[in-house]
């Protein structure tokens, strides 16, 4: 996991990726960095139990009842797996933002400076009416402690998740090779303002999970 801003080290990761695998070329998955708050949502046999931030990676705080007031995420699915953790971020949208801001200054409170500080503000209000009173949204794009339910890539989560009834991001590509990952991490910056949320980068990824442990 590493951050980069340049093609020449997206070919180099490229290239790391193909010798240690010993392939010619890798499928890769390019979705939109989310810019808001790290959530993870437990199912257990289709019902919402808990919902966590990530907190320091390890511990994070308890929001179930806050995520439970966010209409984009799903109290029930239809599933009979014992358990499906699914993980994304919790977020404030563009236009909903101006509002809430708008709201406060009409009211004399203080503005908030982001649209991800006012959804970390937001998720740990005490009070979930307050929270429901806030247009927050939330898009997922991950999986983590699985029973009964397996996927075998990471373009099989975003459809799975889909068909399940979770938001995901209306932008992500399926890429063979590193010229494909290019070429669409360069339409989606161009593409930018198609997202209801803010975006700070594209997130690529080996497709296939099996090759995740391996590497």
């Not at 180099?12 to 993870?40: H, M, N, Q, T």
């Not at 007031?69 to 977020?91: M, N, W």
Request: glycine content about 6%; aromatic content about 6%; charged content about 30%.
């Amino acid at each position: 996991l590493d951050n980069t801003y340049s093609v020449e080290e997206m070919r180099e990761f490229d290239a790391r990726i193909r010798k240690a695998l010993d392939v010619e070329a890798v499928d890769y998955v390019v979705e939109p960095k989310v810019d808001g708050v790290s959530i993870s949502l437990r199912y257990e046999k289709g019902v919402l139990v808990t919902a966590a931030t990530r907190g320091d990676g390890k511990t994070g705080d308890d929001i179930t009842a806050n995520a439970k007031t966010i209409r984009a995420i799903p109290l029930r699915i239809p599933t009979d797996a014992p358990v499906l953790e699914v993980r994304g971020e919790a977020y404030l949208g563009k236009a909903a933002f101006v509002r809430l801001n708008t709201e406060r200054a009409k009211r004399g409170e203080p503005l908030f400076a982001n649209p991800r500080n006012a959804t970390a503000g937001s998720l740990k209000q005490l009070d979930p009416k307050v929270v429901a009173a806030r247009p927050l949204a939330a898009v997922l794009y991950a999986v983590g402690d699985l029973d009964g339910v397996e996927f075998a890539s990471q373009s099989e989560v975003l459809r799975g998740l889909a068909n399940l009834g979770f938001p995901v991001a209306k932008l992500w590509w399926q890429c063979h090779g590193i010229d494909e990952v290019i070429d669409r991490a360069e339409e989606l910056q161009r593409r930018e303002d198609e997202l209801e949320f803010e975006m700070d980068g594209a997130v690529v990824k080996v497709d296939r999970l099996a090759l995740w442990r391996q590497l």
